[in-house]
């Protein structure tokens, strides 16, 4: 249920972001990359330069979860290994005595 409010607020806090940067920026700047120039209006600049921040911040927090997804996985994995290592041990010892 959380997830499904935080995803609604995060497209609200775009569309609120997005409707007041096109609100009255209609000036056409010239806009120069590495490849090519164009020319674009300010908002339109800023709203492109805004969805490819985003986008970029998300990928690179899926990446860090996604190696720290895996790190536990790999923890689990021997804390099971580990587990059953000290019964097996026990049990040995318990048969020894």
Do not use: H, P
Not at 14 to 26: F, H, L, P, Y
Not at 41 to 70: D, E, H, P, T, Y
Not at 84 to 91: A, D, G, N
């Amino acid at each position: 249920m959380i997830k499904y409010i935080l995803g609604f607020v995060i497209v609200l806090a775009i569309a609120i972001v997005a409707i007041t940067i096109g609100a009255d920026n209609d000036q056409v700047i010239s806009f120069n990359y590495i490849i090519a120039k164009s020319e674009l209006q300010l908002s339109s600049l800023a709203a492109i330069l805004f969805g490819l921040g985003l986008l970029l911040g998300w990928v690179i927090c899926a990446f860090f979860v996604l190696r720290l997804k895996v790190k536990n996985m790999r923890l689990n994995r021997q804390i099971k290994r580990q587990t059953q290592q000290i019964s097996e041990l026990t049990l040995s010892r318990d048969k020894s005595v």
